[in-house]
């Protein structure tokens, strides 16, 4: 094959096999899994005993970092699906000076295109995180026992999940996004 050629859709289902497909679902299962396991943890804190803020301090570091918070999200959300055009790309599959079989190239799209799914997911892990991040500090300072409302910052985390559970990788919309991004 011919460096020039393109991929073709039964060339990428061939090489997405059962195996690599779950690879790219339990790694995209982990990274949802891990800001749950944060806030499971968290919850557990919560439901003890919580001191009362005392003080304009620690509502006031709450509010900054809530804010913060709350720009890293709406950043992450426009980064990500950028970082995963950037990143699954026909221009990174091919390289010019090698003659390579269609079937080694067309492996290599599938790890391209989990590698994609990895960074766009991690970006949005980062806001979650830190979402939960700030309820633990919230709680640990009793702000959440005095302004509830600080709970907000459990939203990126939720979005994260509902985005996580719409773009779950299956055969279909893995060969889905592969035409849309290496079809001509």
């Not at 439901?47 to 900054?64: C, F, N, W």
């Not at 080694?104 to 980062?126: D, F, M, Y």
Request: aromatic fraction near 10%.
């Amino acid at each position: 094959m011919s460096p020039q050629q393109p991929l073709t859709r039964a060339q990428f289902e061939e090489a997405l096999t059962p195996a690599a497909l779950q690879m790219t679902q339990i790694i995209q299962g982990a990274l949802m899994a891990g800001p749950v396991v944060a806030l499971i943890a968290i919850a557990a804190v919560g439901l003890s005993d919580q001191p009362h803020a005392s003080g304009p301090g620690p509502m006031e570091t709450v509010r900054t970092l809530t804010l913060v918070h709350a720009i890293v999200t709406v950043l992450a959300y426009l980064f990500a699906p950028y970082l995963y055009l950037v990143t699954f790309d026909p221009k990174r599959l091919f390289n010019p000076r090698i003659d390579e079989p269609a079937e080694l190239i067309a492996a290599r799209c599938v790890g391209l295109q989990r590698s994609a799914i990895i960074l766009r997911l991690a970006v949005l892990e980062g806001a979650a995180f830190m979402g939960v991040a700030v309820c633990l500090i919230g709680i640990m300072n009793g702000v959440f026992a005095v302004q509830p409302l600080f709970w907000f910052n459990l939203l990126s985390l939720l979005l994260m999940l509902a985005y996580s559970l719409f773009t779950f990788p299956s055969r279909e919309r893995l060969i889905n996004w592969f035409e849309q991004r290496f079809t001509p």
